[in-house]
């Protein structure tokens, strides 16, 4: 196995658990947050579908920076949009998971807000934390979920909803 193919199976992996997560996000509970600080539900349940497209940030770009991005998150009404855009990511992340793409993983990349760096590391690693950033903030959607009493699907095994 290479790099890119572990990668590309450990994304695939996490999808599956991703999309019954999502499927399970209430219409009317896309404004709902569980406290102030905390994110609504809709931007954070969009926040984890678009995360895919970050690996072909990694591919594509040697940086982020904030101070001068003009990414909007995209408004969504239905847990289908929310499906729909992830669908998107992760066919956008699989176009750059190749492996011709292999001897860039070593490549410095950064996240930036201006002349503040936020994160220096390599394309290797920001592949790795968008996949870690998705299961992350999935688990974060499953304490929103949990605290509506909504059923948990299974992640690595069953969820005690499904026992």
Avoid: C
Avoid at 6 to 16: D, G, P, S, T
């Amino acid at each position: 196995m290479t790099i890119i193919s572990l990668f590309i199976r450990e994304l695939e992996e996490e999808a599956i658990t991703t999309r019954k997560m999502l499927a399970r996000i209430p219409t009317d509970k896309l404004d709902w947050a569980p406290h102030e600080k905390s994110m609504k539900m809709g931007p954070l349940a969009t926040h984890i579908a678009e995360l895919p497209t970050w690996i072909s940030m990694a591919f594509n770009m040697d940086e982020i920076d904030f101070a001068v991005s003009s990414w909007e998150p995209k408004q969504v009404s239905s847990a289908d949009e929310i499906l729909e855009i992830f669908e998107k990511s992760l066919l956008d992340a699989k176009t750059q998971l190749i492996e011709e793409n292999t001897s860039k993983l070593g490549e410095r990349w950064v996240m930036r807000h201006g002349e503040m760096v936020l994160w220096e590391t390599d394309r290797w690693g920001v592949v790795r934390m968008t996949i870690s950033q998705i299961i992350h903030h999935r688990a974060q959607l499953g304490v929103y979920l949990r605290l509506l009493n909504i059923p948990i699907p299974g992640s690595y095994g069953p969820s005690a909803d499904e026992q």
